[in-house]
């Protein structure tokens, strides 16, 4: 497959181009500064320059490929702003892109936590609030999308042993390792589609805890 993951030098996104490089797949990942392809590049990866906020479309990133991944962030210390610009924004363009290019798979990162965005105050209220809007866009295009709400990430070795769970609420942490293996068995498994759950570190193979869901 050629899948392009938006925010691709991110923590999670690295992770999870090498995996999809290691497994054979075309690894694409969108970023703005050229500084880091390098990195891209030594996982495996096909670094594409584009800027989620300021290019006007996304359309000749994704055309072409089978799938795409939002993996991108405004990180915690962006101001409300940038998460409507960002977390909001960048996942509603890739959406429209693939919608316009005829790209059906759209698997997304969103977060624990945005059922009551309120809860916590702060920043985390504008930002919890930016990745539900955005859960909600992608759900409402029609696409073969798959939601992804990891618990607090860590940067401790993956175990790929997780907890996924279609009921909301769930507060713990989770590898980035982990996720990113979730993140390309998904992308991989038709079952997955439609789903949106919730990931935290757990006891059970990833492949089972997501056959469990559907
Ligand atoms: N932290 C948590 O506990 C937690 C919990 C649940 C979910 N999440 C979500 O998990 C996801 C991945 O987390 P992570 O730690 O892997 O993220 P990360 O390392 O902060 O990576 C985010 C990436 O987004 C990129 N980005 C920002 N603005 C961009 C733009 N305009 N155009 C293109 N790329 C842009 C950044 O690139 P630059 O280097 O160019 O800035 C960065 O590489 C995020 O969506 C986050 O909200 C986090």
Redesign the pocket.
């Known amino acids: 497959m050629d899948i392009l993951v ?8 690295l992770r999870l181009l090498k995996l999809l490089a290691d497994e054979g797949h075309t690894a694409r990942g ?4 050229p500084d ?1 392809a390098a990195d891209l590049e030594a996982v495996g990866a096909v670094a594409v320059i ?5 290019d006007k479309t996304l359309d000749e990133y994704v055309r072409g490929a089978d799938a795409v991944v ?7 210390g962006s101001g409300d702003e ?1 998460k409507r ?3 909001l924004g ?1 996942a509603v363009k890739l959406a429209d892109a693939a919608v316009a290019t005829g790209v059906r798979r759209y698997v997304l ?4 936590g945005v059922e009551s965005p309120d809860s916590l105050g702060g920043s985390m209220s504008a ?1 919890l609030r930016a ?1 539900g809007e955005a859960d909600d866009y992608v759900r409402g295009t029609g696409l073969d999308y798959t939601i992804v ?5 860590t940067d401790d070795p993956g175990t790929g042993l997780v907890t996924a769970s279609l009921e909301l609420g769930g507060r713990a942490s989770i590898p ?1 390792d982990d ?1 990113a293996a979730v993140l390309a068995h998904v992308l991989t498994t038709p079952s997955a589609i439609g789903l949106t759950f919730e990931l935290f570190g757990g006891e059970t193979p990833i492949r089972a805890a997501i056959d469990a869901l559907a």
């Open positions: 938006a925010g691709g030098h991110g923590k999670i996104a969108l970023i703005r500064s880091q584009g800027d989620l906020e300021n939002f993996a991108a962030g405004g990180g915690p940038r610009t960002v977390d960048g990162i969103s977060s624990i930002y990745k709400r990891p618990g607090g990430l980035r996720v």
